[in-house]
């Protein structure tokens, strides 16, 4: 969360910004979890990376 802040300062947005930030990062798991029920946790660690998805074992 701390790089979606950085982000609105940088661009000199408010909330609504972070609002939009999170949810283009977030939008695309949103998708993927319901089609995927082997999927039992997901973990966002950078902007810059790729979100990593745990499996059932």
């Known amino acids: ?3 979606i802040a950085e982000l609105a ?3 000199k947005t408010g909330a609504r910004s972070l609002r939009g930030i999170f949810e283009e990062l977030i939008t695309p798991i949103l998708y993927l979890i319901p089609d ?3 999927i039992c946790k997901v973990e966002i660690s950078s ?3 790729d979100a990593r998805y745990f499996r059932r074992k």
């Open 1 to 3: 969360f701390e790089q």
């Open 9 to 11: 300062m940088e661009y």
């Open 36 to 38: 995927n029920p082997e």
């Open 47 to 49: 902007l810059f990376e």
